[in-house]
């Protein structure tokens, strides 16, 4: 395919100088003509000011064209027409004889449309072609797109060859503007391919043989009055084709790609279609000129550069984005100093000095943006990014990349990471040990995870832009950090399941670990029965002590420590119901909750109010968390809230629950409730949240009272505890 691309580029290198060669060669005049008398008599001129500027008036003789009489020209003979001169003899009316000298420059029209233009068509054509094949060498799409590109080129820039009579030039035309929409639609067939969309058209192959009817035409002497005609409607005719592919598979993918591709298709052809194609299909003239309509193709090299073929669609949007990001700040910048120049120098400069200074400020000051664009990625690791959303991605990325419980699920949802976000899947990931053979890789690689013997290498078969492999170098680095724990946790598990399935003594830090958990929770419990019914029971020790003292035993005062005695035994009981609580297991949470809030609702002094769902999950642990979720909120509300009005909210989602807390009490200082005592109470709420992959949101200041929202999910795909304090 290499091959043919070399002989493509240097094909079109070759046609493109010879047209363009006979375009400069001689100065396209376009003189309509009348012979009826025998004499090329002057009637109309394709360029009317240019005539009149040469004193070329109706009735006016043509008698000589570049030194040969004018009744000897093929196409005044044929067609009674002057398509193109470097020198016209004409005689006037007085029977004087004048000649004139043509010029391009003197044509400023014809200059522009049929040589200027063209020529920065043709390198422009040529230059992306070139970049996009270097970019995608060695894929049918990729060659198949360059041909497009390079056709609608050598259409374009044969209109001047064509115009003046060369038969090559008009065969080139002919052929072309039929051939490169076969060639779009047959490159769109392969995309679709890549796209895994259907292709529910006939296929491409068939429309070649279109080219076999240019071939005919240029054979058979009768159809060459009709041949210009003939291929315009088929143009026509596949220019719908292609639009109506792609909207339909459009309509029915909804694919960002094809809406590109779409848009990149339909702004160049469809305005040539309608303002100069249908009206001279019809019959009638065309609103726009050849050469004027089909200054729209000169958008067709710009929109496909944004195209990459091998994997995906360059983003486009980035691109332009980013430019009309800078050109706005850049107009402003530019517009600022113009004035302030226009204002130093008031009366010296033109209109047209300054706007030239305009344009060349405004151009210096967005290069100096690329520039420092470069510079800062370079150098500081900053990117431009149109959409926003790379730090959110890569924050996104790592928390489901998290949730992987072994390296090679790990592995797998770093792929697909890859496959949604940068929209390809050429890469490939693969193990190296010191005995794998040496292998020299053509691709850059970038190193996932080094165990010293054994190493694992992202190998990226696709060019990245500057922001997208930035993106994947901190995506790289994280699953590099998440491999190391996850090896160090697959080494304790199994050290741990050794120690279980043999007699050997328990390991040594497992056991700290649990003594000092059991430890923690002794010492919570000891210091809550200290803090109550031990000072309690110390308090009627004292009083039995001084009634035995007493000459004599007054009832009431026994009454009274009989009646402090059912009240410890009543705490007592509490705690024991608060360690274990029996209504959970016998009559279910929401029995318990309710129990719960009852008792609440005795002790506290402000009004509760309640609305608890009926929940139900397979994980029955989560009961039991959701009742000490509830139990903290409320002891935190009658300990510290002083409120009048506490509102608590048990909604059932899918898979999990939603938790609300809300009161009207006197509020905290986030920063004075993380350092104090009294967020023991909410420390141990997200300690149970975190435990369960849940978040919180805390929110709450002074004298504005507090508001908390725990989300749990119950089957772990949620989000990482996050807790957020406002």
């Not at 003046?164 to 779009?184: A, Q």
């Not at 003939?230 to 094809?258: D, E, M």
């Not at 492999?469 to 699953?479: I, N, R, T």
Request: proline share 3%; charged share 20%; glycine share 4%.
């Amino acid at each position: 395919m290499k091959k043919w691309t070399y002989c493509i580029f240097l094909t079109y290198l070759i046609l493109g100088i010879y047209v363009l060669g006979i375009t400069i060669k001689t100065p396209f005049v376009s003189l309509t003509l009348d012979t009826t008398n025998g004499q090329p008599v002057f009637v109309d001129s394709y360029y009317p000011l240019w005539a009149e500027q040469k004193n070329i008036e109706k009735g006016d003789i043509i008698v000589a064209i570049d030194g040969q009489p004018a009744m000897e020209n093929r196409y005044v003979q044929q067609q009674m027409i002057v398509r193109s001169a470097n020198a016209i003899t004409i005689q006037k009316a007085d029977k004087s004889i004048q000649t004139i000298t043509v010029k391009h420059r003197d044509i400023p029209e014809e200059l522009y449309l049929q040589i200027l233009f063209p020529i920065f068509y043709f390198f422009l054509a040529f230059g992306v072609a070139l970049y996009v094949w270097r970019r995608n060498q060695n894929n049918l799409s990729t060659f198949l797109l360059i041909l497009f590109l390079l056709t609608c080129s050598t259409a374009y820039i044969s209109t001047g060859a064509s115009a003046r009579g060369n038969m090559i030039g008009m065969f080139v035309i002919s052929s072309c503007i039929i051939l490169c929409m076969v060639l779009f639609i047959h490159f769109l067939q392969h995309f679709f391919k890549y796209l895994q969309i259907k292709w529910t058209y006939p296929h491409s192959k068939w429309l070649y043989f279109l080219i076999l009817i240019i071939l005919l035409e240029e054979v058979v002497p009768t159809l060459r009055e009709i041949i210009p005609i003939l291929n315009l409607s088929l143009f026509a005719v596949l220019v719908l084709y292609a639009i109506f592919i792609l909207v339909t598979s459009f309509l029915r993918t909804k694919l960002a790609k094809i809406r590109l591709i779409a848009l990149a298709f339909i702004v160049p052809f469809l305005p040539f279609l309608l303002f100069f194609v249908t009206p001279e299909i019809l019959g009638h003239k065309p609103i726009l000129h050849a050469e004027i309509a089909a200054l729209f193709l000169l958008f067709i090299p710009f929109s496909f550069l944004f195209i990459q073929v091998n994997e995906r669609l360059f983003d486009i949007e980035y691109q332009l984005s980013r430019l009309r990001y800078y050109s706005t700040l850049a107009f402003f910048s530019a517009l600022l100093l113009t004035a302030g120049i226009a204002l130093l120098f008031m009366g010296e400069l033109s209109i047209v000095h300054v706007t030239s200074i305009f344009l060349l400020v405004f151009m210096v000051i967005i290069a100096s943006f690329y520039i420092k664009e470069r510079i800062d990625f370079k150098y500081r690791k900053i990117i431009f990014s149109s959409t926003g959303n790379y730090v959110h991605n890569l924050y996104a990325a790592v928390q489901r990349m998290g949730k992987a419980k072994n390296q090679q699920e790990l592995l797998d949802r770093f792929k697909y990471e890859i496959t949604e976000k940068l929209g390809t899947t050429a890469f490939h990931i693969c193990t190296i040990t010191d005995d794998s053979p040496q292998q020299v890789s053509y691709y850059p690689q970038l190193l996932l995870h080094d165990a010293g013997e054994e190493k694992i290498m992202l190998e990226i078969r696709h060019a990245l832009q500057k922001e997208e492999l930035l993106w994947l170098e901190l995506l790289a680095l994280y699953v590099s950090m998440f491999i190391n724990n996850l090896q160090q946790i697959e080494d304790l598990v199994r050290e741990i399941q050794h120690m279980k399935n043999t007699s050997d003594t328990p390991l040594p830090w497992l056991d700290k670990l649990l003594w000092n958990i059991i430890e923690k929770e002794k010492s919570i419990l000891a210091q809550e029965l200290h803090d109550t019914i031990l000072q309690e029971q110390l308090h009627l020790a004292r009083e039995l002590d001084v009634l035995a003292g007493s000459p004599t035993i007054q009832k009431e005062t026994v009454l009274a420590i009989r009646e402090q005695l059912l009240n410890a035994t009543k705490d007592l009981r509490e705690y024991c119901e608060n360690l274990s609580p029996p209504l959970l297991d016998t009559f279910g949470l929401q029995m318990a909750l309710k129990k719960l809030i009852q008792k609440v609702k005795i002790r506290a002094d402000f009004l509760l109010s309640a609305q608890i769902d009926r929940v139900e999950f397979q994980d029955v642990t989560l009961h039991l968390v959701v009742y000490r979720l509830v139990q903290e909120l409320l002891n935190n509300a009658i300990k510290h809230a002083e409120a009048t009005e506490v509102s608590l909210q048990l909604q059932v989602i899918p898979q999990g629950f939603i938790l609300r807390y809300d009161d009207n009490g006197i509020g905290c200082d986030i920063d004075d409730l993380i350092q104090s005592s009294a967020s023991m109470g909410i420390n141990g709420i997200r300690e149970r949240v975190r435990a369960f992959n849940g978040d919180i949101t805390i929110q709450s200041s002074l004298n504005e009272g507090m508001h908390i929202y725990i989300q749990i999910q119950e089957d772990g795909d949620s989000y990482d505890e996050h807790t957020y304090y406002r």
